[in-house]
């Protein structure tokens, strides 16, 4: 194998030109390819985050039947056996959740009203990060306070100090209503979640919808080292016989999860499609190899070299124009995608359409391991199999007609 090695990297280097046709053919299929999933990658989480973030957290506790046919009737009575449930770490804040509408002296909105508790909020969704005017709810006393998109606020043309007056059904199915004083505009990557969303103090909306310490839903976000269907399944254990649903975000986002496994195919569609242009080069490339070189192997095998030895040596020059492909397509990306990585891709000129999906117009690529992994591996495989023509060719030869081949 020694000697079969040296030999593949000295005939590597007989014809650099070619040589170096085809490892950067390889190069710059394997940029291509780290590239688009890395960028893939980064849309898929970031609308994955958006989800979390501003839709209810990773895990979401509520009575049974909520998710399908959401109701101000269907709330959680027993907050101490939730909080009771709660373990490895879990950081949980109630919510009450109602549908209204929002009235400013000169226009009127639908929206979905959030009651929360600003200081345990905080914790699990971005809603206190991404405010851009003014301040967040007060922790303790919130009454009379409300927090909205700036989007609705241009759309009701309010400003900050201005007061709205929020109209929501009650337990009574009679209009209570309040009068509210913005004291804060938010902005998160979600133009249509800015919209139609706004936040007051949990007490505020207890009243407003004649509850008495109700709350519609716990949203959950869990720390780092804890995997979420171990958490999910824990919690199911202690809170379904109580009539308590959980559900995780790939339950309650099934189309997210869709999409993430589609990017997982898409990985190997993209190596497929990139590689089946680059294999017809080595194809090309080895072929003309083996015709230059028809006379030398026919002296090999005169001299006791097995054909399978002369495969061998063909794929060993190949595994040599692989690594090099991939080394050099490597470092490109680490070049290219590293400034990216560091300051993202400004895509500001289609912020509007993003924003439909909650991604950020400021788009940051993903590594995920799993995926490059899979695509290198898959891009070695092809370019064997590309040589795996050449090489049996080569080494079917008579060695009578090999020598004497002109």
Do not use: C
């Not at 004649?210 to 519609?216: F, K, N, S």
């Not at 569609?269 to 090309?284: E, G, H, K, R, S």
């Not at 399978?308 to 124009?321: H, K, N, S």
């Not at 092809?382 to 023509?389: D, I, K, Q, S, T």
């Amino acid at each position: 194998m020694g000697i079969l090695m040296k030999m593949a990297w000295r005939n590597v280097w007989r014809n650099p030109r070619r040589s170096w046709v085809v490892v950067t053919a390889i190069a710059v299929g394997v940029f291509s390819f780290v590239g688009s999933t890395v960028f893939m990658d980064g849309f898929a989480f970031q609308m994955i985050d958006a989800g979390i973030d501003l839709q209810g957290g990773q895990i979401q506790i509520a009575a049974r039947g909520y998710e399908d046919s959401p109701s101000i009737r269907k709330f959680i009575g027993e907050e101490k056996l939730v909080e009771d449930a709660l373990t490895m770490g879990m950081q949980a804040a109630p919510q009450v959740l109602a549908q209204g509408m929002v009235n400013s002296a000169e226009q009127a909105a639908g929206i979905v009203i959030h009651g929360v508790d600003p200081q345990r909020e905080s914790a699990v969704t971005i809603i206190a990060a991404s405010v851009v005017e003014g301040r967040y709810l007060a922790a303790s006393d919130g009454a009379g306070q409300i927090l909205i998109g700036s989007e609705l606020a241009h759309r009701l043309k309010v400003r900050l100090g201005e007061k709205v007056v929020i109209m929501a059904n009650d337990l009574h199915n009679e209009i209570s209503a309040g009068a509210y004083r913005v004291v804060g505009l938010y902005r998160t990557n979600s133009i249509a979640f800015d919209k139609g969303n706004v936040f007051l103090h949990l007490s505020e909306v207890q009243r407003l919808l004649g509850y008495d310490r109700q709350v519609t839903l716990y949203a959950l976000r869990l720390p780092r080292d804890v995997v979420l269907h171990e958490a999910v399944a824990t919690l199911r254990e202690r809170l379904e016989p109580a009539g308590l649903e959980v559900r995780s975000w790939e339950d309650r986002f099934p189309l997210l999860v869709l999409m993430k496994e589609a990017y997982d195919y898409s990985v190997v569609l993209l190596v497929v499609i990139l590689f089946t242009a680059v294999a017809f080069t080595i194809v090309n490339s080895f072929l003309m190899v083996i015709l230059e070189r028809i006379h030398e192997i026919g002296v090999m095998m005169a001299g006791g070299v097995r054909p399978r030895q002369v495969r061998r040596m063909l794929y060993l020059e190949a595994g040599v124009m692989v690594m090099l492909g991939l080394i050099a397509g490597i470092l490109l990306s680490v070049l290219i995608l590293g400034y990216w990585t560091a300051n993202g891709m400004d895509l500001s000129a289609f912020a509007e359409g993003l924003g439909v999906y909650g991604i950020s117009p400021i788009v940051y690529p993903y590594l995920d391991w799993g995926h490059l992994s899979l695509g290198f591996a898959l891009i070695v495989v092809m370019v064997m199999l590309a040589v795996l023509y050449p090489a049996y060719k080569a080494s079917a030869y008579e060695v009578v007609e090999a020598i004497h081949y002109v």
